[in-house]
């Protein structure tokens, strides 16, 4: 598995795996505009064996001494492998040398998967915004901030909390 940091010739590979993990996806050119940025920290897994393939992006946003998780998604084969964890930690090392002290993010309330790898990492709820998803079918969702303090590894996982 390799770590690649990405730029906006990446844009239109990252629109792919974004709208298998997202349903709508986001489109190539909001990647090219957010790839764009210096103040974003880009970063996506792929196969050893397929190089041009990406499996896993994450993208965040730091700006001064916060930083934001804006989309973090798993190909659907291959999750549960230690993907996601990785690239959020790598990407809040690389926020928090950029000068970040804390990184937040918004997770749909149902979305159990990413609620229980954001716990594990030692986020907490931090607040909520009503009626913030709308899904492919029109229904709305609320979300949950969820925030940590940087670095991440200093913070052990909740289940391993007395
Ligand atoms: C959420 C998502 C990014 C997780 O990706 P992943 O690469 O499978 O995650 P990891 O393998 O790194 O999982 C790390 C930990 O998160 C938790 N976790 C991940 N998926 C889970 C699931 N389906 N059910 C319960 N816990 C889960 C587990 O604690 C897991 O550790 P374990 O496998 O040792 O039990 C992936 O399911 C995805 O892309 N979903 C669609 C897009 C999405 O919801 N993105 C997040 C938006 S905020």
Redesign the pocket.
């Known amino acids: 598995m390799m770590l690649e940091r990405l730029s906006p010739g990446d844009a239109d590979r990252l629109a792919l795996v974004h709208a298998r ?2 349903r709508p996806g986001w489109s190539a050119q909001s990647f090219r505009d957010l790839l764009a940025r210096d103040t974003t920290v880009a970063l996506a897994l792929r196969d050893d064996d397929r190089p041009r393939e990406l499996i ?1 992006l994450i993208l965040v946003q730091v700006a001064a001494e916060q930083s934001e ?1 804006l ?6 084969e ?11 930690l790598a990407s809040a090392t690389q926020a928090h040398r950029m000068g970040a002290r804390e990184i937040f ?4 309330k149902d ?4 609620s ?5 990492l030692g986020f907490l709820p931090a607040g909520e915004r009503r009626a913030y998803y709308r899904d492919a079918n029109g229904r709305l969702t609320d979300a949950i901030i969820l925030r940590a303090p940087l670095p991440l590894d200093a913070f052990p996982p909740e289940s391993s909390k007395a």
Request: net charge positive.
């Open positions: 993990c997202f896993a998780i989309t973090l998604g798993t190909l659907p291959a999750r549960r492998r230690g993907h996601a964890r990785a690239l959020v993010l918004e997770v749909a979305n159990a998967a990413a229980a790898l954001y716990r594990s």
